[in-house]
C-alpha cells in the first residue's frame, strides 16, 4: 500500500523533516505537523490510517494525540515515539491502543519496519484496553531504550494471564517487574505471593506451596493452607525458580497444565485460581540441558518472556536512580545529603554488578553515614570498597570510616543486624564478623568515633 497517508507529529522539525524525507522515500505519502493543537485537530479528522507521535510536544502529548486519533479512527495505527519513556507513559499508550511505542534514538530502518506492520494492521480493530489505575504501576526506574522495551512487555504481560518467565542477573529488580505486572493485571486487587524458591528445603516444597490437612504428619493438628490458598485469584511470584528441587517440579508443572493441586494427606484435589510468574538469574537452558530443570516445565513457563537488562547496559538511568534513591533514604533518615557533580560521575562509571540493588544500597550508606553537606566522589570510594566475602577473619582492622559506617547503620536499623547487613550490601554473617572485630578493637582500648557527631 505504498499510497498509504502518514501523519509524523514532533516539536523538533530536525526529527519530522529526516522521518518524512525517508518515508516519502519509501514512497508513503507523509504529512509533517510541528505543534500539539494542530496536531489534535488534524488527527480528529480520522484521515491518517498512520500516525507517528513524539510524546512530549508541548502541553499537547502524544497520549493525547493517541487518544484523539482512536476517537477520529478506531483503527488508526498510532506509533509513539519518544527519548524519555516511563512505566506509566508506556502502559497508557499501551493500553491506549497504540501500536508501538519506540525510543529514540532509532534507526529509520527500524521505523519502517514498524510502518509497515502499522499497514497490515490498520483496518484490524484495536484490542480492548483496561481500566486500572494507570498512576500506581509499580516503581520501576528509568527512560534508556533498554527500559522502555521491557515496560512494553510488562503491559503486554499484564493483558494475558499466561505465565511469564523473567530473565536478568541478582539485584535488576526481577520482583519489581513481576509486581507491575500484578498491579495492572485482572488480579490486582487480590494477592501477590513471593516465594523465596532457594529458602524452602526440598522436603517441605509441596506443603509450603500446597498446603496440608490435619493429621498429614506428626504435628499437623490443624489444616495449614498453602500458598495457592493464599493467592487464590491472584498471583504467585517464584523468585530463583531455578532452585526448585527436581521431584517436586513435576508437581509444579502439573499445577500449571491442570489447573490443580492436591494439600498434603487430602484426598480430594482443589482446583486452582492463581497466575505464575517467575523469574531467575540462572541459564535455564542450559539446566535443561544438563538434567538439572526438566524441559516440559521450562517451555510451560516461559510462555511470556521478559529479560531485564543490567545496570551496566542503561548507564542512562543511573542519574535518576540515584535520585529516586538519595530522595527515599534522605526522608527516612530525615538528613540533608547531597552528592556533588563528581560523585554522579563516579557513580555512573562504576562496573555495579549488583545491579539496582547495590545502586540503592550503597545510596544507603551514604546517606547512613551522615557525611555533613555534600558528598564528593572522594567519600564514595571506602563505600564501594567494602568487602562482602565471608573470611575477613584474617584481614587487618577496619578503617575509622568503615567502623563509623557499621555502627552507624546498626543503629539507625534499631539494631536489626539482617536489615543492617542488608543496607551496608553485606551478608549477615559478614556483618556478625565485623562487629565482633569492632568489639576486640574496643576491648584494645581502639578508638571508635562517636556517632554523636
Known amino acids: 500500500m505504498k499510497d498509504t497517508r502518514i501523519l509524523v507529529i514532533d516539536d523538533d522539525e530536525s526529527i519530522t523533516t529526516t522521518v518524512s524525507k525517508y518515508l516519502a522515500a519509501a514512497g508513503y505519502r507523509v504529512a509533517v505537523i510541528n505543534d500539539g493543537e494542530g496536531a489534535l485537530a488534524e488527527v480528529r479528522k480520522g484521515e491518517y490510517p498512520v500516525i507517528i507521535s513524539d510524546l512530549y510536544i508541548d502541553r499537547v502529548t502524544g497520549l493525547d494525540v493517541l487518544r484523539a486519533a482512536t476517537a477520529g479512527n478506531p483503527n488508526a495505527a498510532v506509533i509513539i515515539m519518544t527519548a524519555r519513556g516511563s512505566v506509566r507513559t508506556t502502559v497508557e499508550a499501551e493500553l491506549g491502543g497504540a501500536f508501538e511505542y519506540i525510543a529514540k534514538p532509532f534507526e529509520m530502518r527500524d521505523l519502517l519496519k514498524v510502518v ?16 486500572e489505575d494507570l498512576e500506581q504501576f509499580g516503581n520501576m526506574i528509568g ?12 503491559a503486554r504481560s499484564a493483558k494475558s494471564d499466561d505465565t511469564v518467565l523473567i530473565i536478568g542477573e541478582t539485584g535488576v529488580g526481577k520482583e519489581l517487574v513481576a509486581r507491575a505486572i500484578h498491579d495492572h493485571s485482572g488480579r490486582a486487587e487480590r494477592a501477590f505471593v513471593a516465594v523465596d524458591s532457594g529458602a524452602i528445603p526440598g522436603t517441605l516444597w509441596e506443603s509450603e506451596i500446597f498446603g496440608s490437612v490435619r493429621g498429614a504428619f506428626t504435628g499437623a493438628d490443624r489444616d495449614r493452607p498453602g500458598v495457592a490458598d493464599s493467592a487464590r485469584g491472584g498471583t504467585i511470584f517464584f523468585d530463583e525458580i531455578g532452585e526448585i528441587p527436581l521431584d517436586f517440579q513435576a508437581k509444579l508443572l502439573r499445577f500449571l497444565q491442570e489447573k490443580e493441586y492436591r494439600p498434603v494427606g487430602s484426598g480430594a484435589p482443589r482446583k486452582a485460581d492463581v497466575r505464575v510468574i517467575a523469574a531467575t538469574n540462572r541459564r535455564l537452558e542450559q539446566m535443561v540441558r544438563d538434567g538439572k ?9 516461559n510462555v511470556l518472556r521478559i529479560e531485564v537488562p543490567p545496570l551496566r547496559e542503561r548507564r542512562q538511568d543511573i542519574p535518576f536512580l540515584v535520585r529516586r534513591f538519595l530522595e527515599q533514604a534522605t526522608e527516612a533518615a530525615r538528613k540533608r545529603v547531597t552528592l556533588a557533580p ?24 551514604v546517606v547512613a553515614l551522615g557525611l555533613p553537606g555534600t558528598v564528593s566522589a572522594e567519600d564514595l570510594h571506602p563505600l564501594l570498597e567494602t568487602p562482602e566475602a565471608g573470611d575477613e577473619e584474617e584481614a587487618s582492622d577496619l578503617s575509622e570510616v568503615e567502623r563509623r559506617l557499621i555502627l552507624r547503620v546498626l543503629e539507625q536499623a534499631g539494631g536489626n543486624k539482617t536489615r543492617a547487613a542488608e543496607v551496608l550490601g553485606i551478608q549477615r554473617r559478614t556483618l556478625y564478623k565485623k562487629l565482633a572485630r569492632i568489639e576486640r578493637e574496643r576491648s584494645g582500648h581502639i578508638d571508635v568515633p562517636d556517632l554523636s557527631d
Not at 530443570?293 to 513457563?301: A, G, S, T, V
Not at 563528581?342 to 545510596?363: C, M, S
Request: proline fraction near 7%; charged fraction near 25%.
Open 293 to 301: 530443570f526438566r524441559e516440559d516445565l521450562f517451555y510451560r513457563l
Open 143 to 154: 527512560f534508556s531504550p533498554a527500559m522502555v522495551g521491557v515496560y512494553r512487555l510488562v
Open 342 to 365: 563528581d560523585a554522579l560521575d563516579f557513580l555512573e562509571r562504576q562496573p555495579w554488578p549488583g545491579n539496582v540493588r547495590q545502586l540503592q544500597n550503597t545510596i544507603q550508606r
Open 116 to 131: 509497515k506492520r502499522a499497514e497490515t494492521s490498520a483496518g484490524e480493530a484495536p484490542a480492548e484496553g483496561a481500566s
